[in-house]
């Protein structure tokens, strides 16, 4: 019981009361608004075809609330080019109970570029996601109990979550009117996400600042690294129509190369932003041989998600999200379904709560268990980052999580316990929210 007493330590020396507004930072209440997202005049150089701002562009080709965008960087680069970066470094010690939890000291990190230039009337956008995860975090993943997806060295990995491939993104995206109100898009990828699931988690507001992954992800975002992906779609200022060819294969374990390219899969997602504070989407995916072991099974995904942002002040911002996922194998009966609901409420300069419930139906073999039962299980976190310091756009701040877990009590042999425990306590470096530009 080491990580409690070295969690609760953690939470005792992180005061929830803020000390003293922070330095007065730019102003960005011009752009809490929706569609003044230029006002703050330091994005002015591509254009927001019908008045889709860089602040909604989530993972791949999604949409997240205007309101509670990720925080990001701009700069103006020569010869028209504007470019946008975010990105998210821990350092974290995560302990993960009973007999099948790990422990493990390890980095989660990703960063993201998006330069954009105008073309032909619309916009084109150069966007590249990179994490080196694999080294961080070892090739075989941290440990995350009741966790499944991808394999190693043969071996389904099971009670962790695989690292992610240095190329997360590496696409190209274009997007134009083509009368007042409708636009269309196309995107294209070696490496990226196809028009499938909700944004992947580590690009949704209302789970940036958890450094895992949630239990749920197969059922839901996980396609959000596929290698090869061509999608086209019809927009307007509120409402997105988009459909994909992709590889429906999982990434390999080698996450420094590209694996082989296939279109081999399709799907089709509806996106609509009604207000700043909103965004709903439903959509299908059909996967062909996801998993190298299992080359003869195909898949079929359904999900639907709902995204909710808004400011709080000044520096903070509130966002959560409601995300159904449920998977057909085409070897099984039934449908296996999933729930997440997710909350972060970045409460002030200094202090941040998330939290994280999920609910998911899975197999003995998604598991590692003998027998063919299906088994709910579940997760409910809780955690909090006080930030320490800031540096430049960046802010470093620590945090803690725990979790608790819920099995059957058929796994009860295997996890030592109705509800095993884990445990995570961090560092973590992103840039903070801020309406201000380059030059400031
Ligand atoms: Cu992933």
Do not use: C
């Amino acid at each position: 019981m080491k990580f409690r007493s070295i969690t609760i330590a953690l939470v005792a020396l992180v005061p929830l009361a803020p000390i003293r507004p922070a330095r007065a930072q730019q102003d960005t209440s011009m752009k809490d608004m929706p569609g003044m997202g230029d006002m703050s005049g330091m994005r002015m150089q591509a254009p927001d075809p019908l008045g889709v701002s860089m602040d909604r562009m989530g993972s791949g080709t999604t949409w997240v609330p205007d309101a509670a965008p990720i925080p990001s960087l701009y700069f103006h680069a020569p010869k028209g080019w504007d470019v946008t970066g975010h990105g998210f470094a821990f350092l974290q010690y995560d302990h993960q109970g009973g007999p099948r939890g790990d422990s493990q000291v390890g980095s989660l990190n990703w960063m993201m570029l998006m330069a954009s230039h105008a073309l032909a009337g619309g916009r084109v956008q150069a966007r590249t996601m990179l994490s080196l995860d694999a080294l961080t975090v070892t090739p075989k993943g941290y440990p995350l109990l009741l966790q499944s997806g991808e394999a190693y060295d043969g071996q389904p990995l099971h009670d962790r979550q695989h690292p992610h491939d240095f190329f997360m993104e590496l696409s190209a995206l274009y997007e134009r009117p083509i009368t007042s109100s409708l636009g269309v898009m196309l995107y294209a990828a070696p490496s990226g996400e196809p028009a499938l699931g909700p944004v992947a988690f580590m690009h949704r507001p209302s789970a940036m600042d958890n450094p895992a992954a949630p239990i749920t992800h197969h059922w839901q975002d996980a396609t959000h690294i596929s290698f090869g992906v061509l999608s086209a779609g019809l927009f307007t200022h509120t409402f997105k129509l988009e459909g994909s060819v992709f590889n429906g294969r999982e990434p390999d374990q080698h996450r420094w190369n590209f694996d082989p390219i296939r279109l081999d899969s399709y799907s089709g997602r509806a996106t609509y932003n009604p207000s700043a504070n909103w965004s709903f989407t439903g959509g299908y995916g059909f996967l062909k041989s996801p998993e190298a072991l299992n080359p003869g099974e195909s898949m079929h995904r359904v999900t639907a998600s709902a995204l909710y942002g808004r400011a709080i002040g000044e520096q903070g911002q509130w966002s959560s999200a409601l995300i159904w996922g449920a998977n057909t194998h085409s070897t099984q009966p039934g449908m296996s379904h999933s729930l997440l609901g997710e909350s972060e409420a970045v409460l002030d300069a200094r202090n941040t709560v998330f939290t994280r419930a999920e609910w998911v139906q899975k197999s003995g073999e998604d598991l590692s268990v003998a027998g063919d039962a299906t088994y709910d299980v579940g997760a409910a976190s809780l955690g909090v980052i006080r930030e320490l310091a800031r540096f430049g756009k960046g802010t470093l701040g620590i945090g803690a999580m725990g979790t608790v877990d819920m099995v059957p009590q058929a796994l009860v042999s295997a996890y030592g316990s109705r509800t095993p425990l884990g445990a995570m306590v961090f560092l973590r470096v992103r840039p903070f929210r801020s309406g201000a530009g380059m030059g400031q």
